[in-house]
């Protein structure tokens, strides 16, 4: 675990973080009253932001299943990992390859103070923690680099972080860095905000994180799919959350088989 400086003298609480607005979505501790009072209005607004965030969840650890059960991948960079909340990445794929090694890379120094959550892997893998912001992709990489080996396949995990970042922020840029990093075999595993199913609330929900200083992007279908340009797309290709591939029977008793589409988009796309 990396950081020079006690996390908790950084830590920002006059002002909402989406790291800590998401926790307390999924009913976390490890947020303050600036989030709970983004989350409960954006519920108030839209009211299964829960079910998003819950649903989000679930996409990374079933795509994560995927990946290591499909591919043999044993390497895993997750990319605002946000607060520790089991299971975690490292969790899902140690559990199918004992073996495999997860970097976890955040900005949010609350993140940084739970970090050592994040280090408990098993004896044969190896779990990392970097502070970093993802706008800086090739300090990432060469970070990042101590832990993976990027000659061999490395899954990429960009898990709702990318409608934090606009296209004119870098985010297409972003995403062509790290991906062009990765060796053949590799993949992106990436969930994204869109305004394609529900506008009117989506377009409430970003007018209400604009006017807490947070920058929120809605893209549209084709949008998502010039994130994976150049990649091969693993079934059922770009779709709703609830409907990659979902499950008979979620966490807290929920049936992801019958869920009506989220307001967010998830594929995994592979690097030939």
Known sequence: MTGTEPAVSRIDTSRPHPAR????????????????ELGRRITAMQGDAPRHARANRRFMERATRAVVRETGIRQFLDIGSGIPTEPNLHQIA?????????????????????????LHGTPEGVTEYLQADAREPERILERAASVLDFDRPVALSLIALLHFIADDDGAHQLVDTLVGALAPGSCLVLSAMTADFDPENVRRGIEAYTASGVTLVARSHAEVG?????????????????????????????????EEPVSLYGAVGFKR
């Open 94 to 118: 140690q559990s199918v390859v004992p073996d495999a090694r997860v970097v976890y890379v955040d900005n949010d120094p609350i993140v940084l103070a739970h970090a050592a959550a994040l």
């Open 21 to 36: 607005v998401y926790d307390w979505y999924l009913g976390g501790k490890d947020n303050y009253p600036v989030d709970e």
């Open 226 to 258: 010039r994130l994976f340009k150049g990649l091969e797309l693993l079934e059922p290709g770009i779709v709703s959350l609830s409907d990659w591939r979902p499950v008979a029977g979620g966490n807290a008793g929920e049936n992801e088989a019958k």
